[in-house]
C-alpha cells in the first residue's frame, strides 16, 4: 500500500513519467534485439518513489515486507536480502564457515564438489576462503553436472555441494540431496538464473540448506543491484544474519535498540561484562545489506514474477519449434527429468561435424542486432583469475570445454515475442546460406 503518495495529482504525474520511462518497442532488424533485460512498469517505479519519500534509505518497511513476501513465494523457510546475487553467494557459503557449526562448520583445505561451466561467483567465495573446487564435467544438453559421477567424487575432506541451475535448468535434486544425506554434506543452490523452477513439483531453492537468488535487470526479476540468500535450516538462520551484517552478535533490526532486553548483561568472548550487545560480534563478516527503495521495487516486481516466467518459458518453446529445423548444426538445450525449469536462456552447441564456426556465428549475429552470449565463464580453470587456484577435476571436463569452444545462449526474457524470434530465424538462415 503507498502510504506517501496522497496526492492523486502527483500520482498521475509520476505514472506518466513512469509509462514514458519504460515504454520501449523493439523493432527487429531496426533496434538492437537485447540478450537480457528489465521489464518495468508504472507500479514499480511509484513503489520506488513511495520509498524514497519515507527518507529512511536502508533496510526497512519495504525490506521487511519483501524478506516475508519472498520466503513465502519461494517455500523457504526465511530469506535475507542482499545487494546482490553475488553477495548472496559469498554470504550462503561463508554462513557455513560458521565456529557454531561445530565439526560440520567449513573449513580452509575443506573441498566443495561443484562445476566450472558457469558464473565466477558461484566457486569465488570458496577460494577466497580457502577451499578447494572440485570440478565435475557437464550434461549436454542439460548443461547441469554429471549427477552420476558427484559420490564418487566425495572424499573425507568433503564438505559440501554448491551448483547452479543451469539458465534456469534444475539440476538432478533427487541425486543431490540423496548423496547430501548419505554423507551429512551441506547443499548451496544457486539459483539466481531460475526463480520459479521447480523439480517434481517443488521450487528449486527449497531443496538445499541454503539458496541464493539475483535480481540484476537480466534476472527474472529486478530491483536493479540486489540478490537474497534463502535459509531453509532453522540453524543457519542467525548465522545467516549476523555474516550479513557486519557479523554482529546482535539481531536487532537497522533503528532498534535492545530488542533482546540484554543489551548491557551478557558476557561474550573475552569483552568486559556488560559490552554493548550492539556492538559484539560472533563472526568475522561483512555489510551486505540492500536499501529498502530497492527492496521496494522488489516487492512490486515479486507480484509480476509468476508472469514473468511464464513468458520466459513460451519464449523458449517458440524459439525451440523455430530451432528444430537447424538440428544438423545445433543441440537444442533439454530440460532435467521431472523437472519444469524457468528458463534464463535458450542454450545452443554447435555439433562435432558442422561447418558453423561459433565466433563467427555471434559475431553475425551482433552485426544484424541480435544479442548473444556465452555460457559465462566457460570453463572457468582457463580464466587468468584462476590460473594459480587450488583446485581438483574428477575426470576430464570435455563437455566443459565443449560449451567453451562452441556455445552460445539467445533470450527468452519477458520484452521479447514472436515477432523477434522469426527474425532471429531468418537472420540464422542467411548465415548458413553464406557457409
Known sequence: MIQNLVNQQLVDSIKEIARAKTTKIIVPGENYIPVT??????DDILLGVDSMLDAWLTAGRFSDEFERKLASYMGSRFSFLVNSGSSANLLAFYALTSPKLGERAIRPGDEIITVAAGFPTTINPMIQFGCIPVFLDIDIPSYNIKADQIESAITPKTKAIMLAHTLGNPFNLDIVMQIAKKYNLWVIEDDCDSLGATFNGKKTGTFGDLATLSFYPAHHITMGEGGAVLVNNAKLKKITESFRDWGRDCWCPPGKDNTCGER????????????????????????????????ALGL?????????IEKRRLNHKLLYNKLKPFEEHFILPESTLNSDPSWFGFMLTIRDGSKINRNDLVEYLEKNKIGTRLLFGGNLIKQPAYKNSNYRILNSLDNTDKIMNDGFWLGVWPGLNEDHYDYIIGVLYKFLNKQ
Open 264 to 295: 548491557y548483561c551478557q558476557k561474550l568472548g573475552d569483552l568486559p561484562e556488560g559490552y554493548d550487545h550492539k556492538y559484539t560480534y560472533s563472526h568475522i563478516g561483512f555489510n551486505l545489506k540492500a536499501t529498502d527503495m530497492q527492496a
Open 37 to 42: 533485460g528489465k521489464v518495468l512498469d508504472e
Open 300 to 308: 512490486s516486481q515479486l507480484k509480476k514474477a509468476d508472469s514473468f
